[in-house]
């Protein structure tokens, strides 16, 4: 897809709402951070949300009735709002609070899988799953007797999808499912594997830690029943994330965790839960992250999912047309009109961990290791791989002097 | 911080002189920085008087890694395993010549690791054994 000028991002207005983007990490050498796929950066508008909510409106919220706890509470759950309507919620109420996307995956392995899932019912995922899509399922399936299946990952790093077809055929209660992968880049076809996989009577979960900071999410078009993401990875502060939850699916599950605020009534014996969304957020939650999520919202809102993705789609197509052209240089996974902005890659002869190094003398954040997906990595047979990946704030420049960094690796290692 | 890469690390690196593996041994051990997936075999062969006698080392990781664990085997042939006992993180600092952040540190000791948790004859080789 080609942007014209008018819909083009200004760079340079958007470089400087991020404090951080003028930081130098030795004298003169200013930050390339190209790592935003493991933590993006904030905006001054996210860190003075957070601020202005210490400084004006601490409280705790709910239940109180002091002007203070007012203001807290409609703030948080205005935040709820914008979340929903991000996504295409059809109600707030189907948005649940949560630390992280980690914490939204457990929340459905052990609430849902606890209640409907029994011994020798199949769990369906996939080989390029973050370790917070695999590893609560493997403790569930432990506890429960549960079978895990995987769709393949293909060698140009896409989901064999007539492997998926054949596995539906084996009746998985549940399909989860990354949107996209943050190794390979590689976007799934999650509308296409959700309606597949409810014509075979399987509820889909889509992990969308990497998805909705990148691109225009909508859960109703998507045919998701939950979608999990965190706020950190897409301009807001770490220590919040929501859970989506479809309201019938999240009006069956049992609550999570147990404590303040997620119940209607207690008694010595005995609990009455709370309605939704308030019966999964047990105790006092990140109020000011909350706000600060909203605010990241509020941002990326104003200018454009679509604008963000173009942006991106361009830098991608430029980084990998530039990194080919190293001798010694291999990129994972599919071509750039199929992936995100990340770029994982290995440099013959040199290990990742060498690479980011040197790169890192050079002010290039990038990331070297498993990036939390052992299993993709041993399947194409590599301990480690380079990690370069791009947001909104990254610009042609940067691919530049990465590519420039990279050459300074090959010199030292000769 | 490009000194990190000193000539003798990148050398070494690219042709160390202990890699490979000895069969028979006396002493052989392997483990792994699980956090980046570095992993490390050494084998040693000792004399009647508890001496290092051959060493060799097999696996992959890191310039880092890999030269530390290089200079280190160097440096232990000719040592009684007591000796070896004794070595620590400092030691493999002066034989890198270079100042190391902590996750680099831990590339840096690895092989220091496993050579004490083999000497030692441990099932498994702690961060405690290269501790000051
Ligand atoms: C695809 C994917 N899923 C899940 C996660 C976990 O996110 P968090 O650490 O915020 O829970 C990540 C983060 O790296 C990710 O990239």
Redesign the pocket.
């Known amino acids: 897809m080609n942007t014209t000028t008018a819909e083009r991002l200004d760079l340079i207005q958007i470089r400087e709402d991020f404090p951080i983007l003028k930081r130098e990490i030795a004298p003169g050498i200013p930050l390339v951070y190209l790592d935003s796929?493991?933590t993006s950066q904030k905006p001054l508008a996210v860190i003075r949300a957070m601020n202005d909510y210490y400084e004006r409106s601490n409280a705790n919220i709910h239940r109180g009735v002091h002007t203070l706890a007012e203001e807290a509470t409609a703030q948080y759950e205005a935040a709820r709002e914008k979340i929903a309507r991000f996504i295409g919620a059809r109600k707030s109420c189907e948005v649940v609070f949560v630390r992280?996307?980690?914490?939204a995956i457990n929340l459905v392995a052990f609430s849902w899988g606890r209640k409907f899932l029994q011994r020798g019912d199949r769990v369906l995922l996939t080989e390029m799953e973050?370790h917070?899509?695999l590893v609560p399922w493997q403790i569930l399936a432990q506890e429960k007797g549960l079978e895990l299946d995987f769709i393949p990952v293909t060698e140009n790093g896409l989901l064999d999808l007539d492997e998926f077809q054949r596995l539906l055929g084996q009746k998985p209660k549940i399909v989860a499912v990354?949107q996209?992968?943050?190794v390979l880049g590689t976007i799934n076809p999650v509308k296409q594997i959700a309606q597949l996989a409810h014509q075979a009577g399987a509820v889909v979960l889509v992990?969308g830690?990497?998805s909705v900071p990148h691109l225009p999410v909508n859960v109703e078009d998507l045919e998701a029943d939950f979608l999990a993401f965190?706020a950190?990875?897409m301009l807001g502060p770490t220590g919040i994330?929501a859970l989506f939850g479809k309201e019938e699916l999240l009006e069956a599950m049992p609550p999570f965790l147990g404590g303040g605020d997620m119940i209607k009534k207690v008694h010595l014996r005995s609990f009455s839960a709370n309605e939704l969304p308030h019966k999964f957020e047990a105790g006092t939650p990140a109020i000011a992250e909350a706000i600060g999520f909203g605010a990241a919202i509020d941002y990326l809102s104003r200018i454009g999912m679509e604008r963000v993705a173009a942006h991106e789609r361009e830098i991608i197509h430029y980084a990998l047309e530039a990194l080919s052209e190293i001798d010694g240089l291999t990129v994972f996974g599919p071509p750039a009109d199929q992936k995100g902005a990340v770029a994982s890659f290995t440099m013959r002869g040199v290990h990742p961990h060498d690479v980011s190094q040197i790169l890192d003398s050079q002010g290039i954040a990038v990331r070297a290791g498993h990036h939390?997906a052992m299993p993709l990595h041993e399947k194409f047979g590599l301990p480690a791989t380079t990690r370069a990946s791009f947001y909104l704030y990254n610009t042609h420049q940067e691919v530049d002097q990465l590519v420039r960094g990279l050459a300074k690796v090959k010199k030292i290692f000769g | 911080m490009d000194d990190l890469y000193r000539e003798i690390i990148i050398e070494r690196y690219k042709d160390p002189l202990y890699r490979g593996v000895l069969e028979p041994n006396d002493i052989s051990f392997e483990d792994e920085n699980p956090l980046c997936g570095d992993h490390i075999r050494i084998d040693l062969r000792v004399d009647e008087n508890a001496r290092v006698i051959e060493a060799a080392f097999s696996g992959h990781g890191c310039a880092i890694s890999q030269a530390s664990a290089d200079l280190l085997l160097e440096s232990i042939i000719g040592k009684t395993l007591d000796e070896v006992k004794q070595l620590n993180k400092q030691d493999v600092l002066d034989l890198l010549g270079i100042e190391l952040g902590p996750v680099r540190l831990k590339c840096a000791l690895l092989p220091l690791k496993v050579v004490k948790a083999g000497v030692y004859g441990l099932g498994e080789a702690s961060d405690s054994l290269v501790e000051e």
């Open positions: 796929t493991a992280n996307t980690t914490e973050h917070s899509n990354t996209m992968s943050n992990d830690a990497q965190s950190h990875k994330g939390c």
